[in-house]
């Protein structure tokens, strides 16, 4: 849903002021709704007070959230993640055109490290999300992740009486060798399990048992891997926002002093 909004957004954007955004720098003066679309015309300056708040506003609920929990009552901390990157996404999307694709000076500093910042953000959720975590959000161990995997052996003996030939092809199938080809290993589950006398009920039951088990095989192997590269990744996204919020401030400081208030 959130990714529908930014989308139909930008495509709203884009169709407004398609003509203005598309005449050269030096014959917008002339554009009839020059007034409206410019950076500092209603319109424009507005697109950028909202983009501006919106970003302040995504990070600044995250931060309560994760470092001092607030409303930890009410929001997990993984939707509100969600809610950041929309937040975040969306603020920069109208911010850019807010500048009406006219970059120059200090101003073209901080967009950039707006789009760095955003860029690393996409690298960060795909890094977030390999990290095993609590259902409230808590990154889980190593130690954690592992009492999470089950003896597979005598699950399937105890409840399913599996012969023993049929047990260790299914535990071979899902050793730390084979978890590279999720696919090929579980059509070759199938196979086996169809050659036993096992309703389908059982078949289903193993094989959704199998995949867990090598989601966590998976994971186990990743995690200080992932664990290690999310903590370089907070040296590079880190950096850049700050020198994004100062920027800003100082733009801001600027655009007051000279008298653009907006509606204000």
């Given amino acids: ?18 003509t203005y955004y598309n005449s050269p720098l030096e014959e ?33 609920i995250y931060i309560a959230r994760k470092r001092y929990n607030f409303l930890a009552k009410y929001i997990r901390l993984k939707y509100l993640l969600e809610f950041h990157i929309f937040l975040c996404t969306l603020g920069p999307i109208l911010i850019l055109f807010h500048t009406a694709f006219k970059f120059g000076g200090i101003v073209s500093i901080a967009f950039w490290s707006m789009v760095a910042v955003v860029l690393s953000g996409v690298i960060g959720r795909f890094i977030y999300i390999q990290i095993p975590r609590t259902i409230e959000g808590r990154a889980l161990s190593l130690s954690e992740v592992q009492h999470m995997k089950i003896d597979l052996a005598k699950v399937l003996t105890e409840k399913f009486n599996l012969e023993s030939n049929t047990i260790e092809i299914i535990t071979s199938l899902i050793s ?25 009920q059982n ?48 733009h801001v400081a600027v655009t007051l002093t000279f008298g653009y208030k907006w509606i204000f």
């Fill in 176 to 200: 730390k060798e084979n978890t590279t080809s999720d696919k090929k290993t579980l059509s070759h589950l199938r196979k086996v399990l169809h050659r036993g006398d096992l309703p389908k």
């Fill in 1 to 18: 849903m959130m990714v529908v909004i930014v989308i139909i957004t930008t495509i709203y954007l884009i169709y407004t002021g398609y």
């Fill in 203 to 250: 078949r289903s039951i193993i094989l959704k048992m199998v995949k867990h088990e090598i989601s966590l095989a998976g994971k186990i192997a990743r995690l200080e891997y992932m664990q290690k590269l999310f903590k370089y990744w907070h040296v590079v996204h880190m950096p850049f926002a700050l020198i994004m919020l100062i920027i800003v401030i100082i």
């Fill in 28 to 60: 917008r003066f002339y554009h009839p709704h020059h007034h409206w679309f410019k950076p500092s015309g209603l319109y424009g300056q507005g697109l950028g007070i909202l983009g501006t708040f919106l970003i302040a506003f995504g990070v600044s």
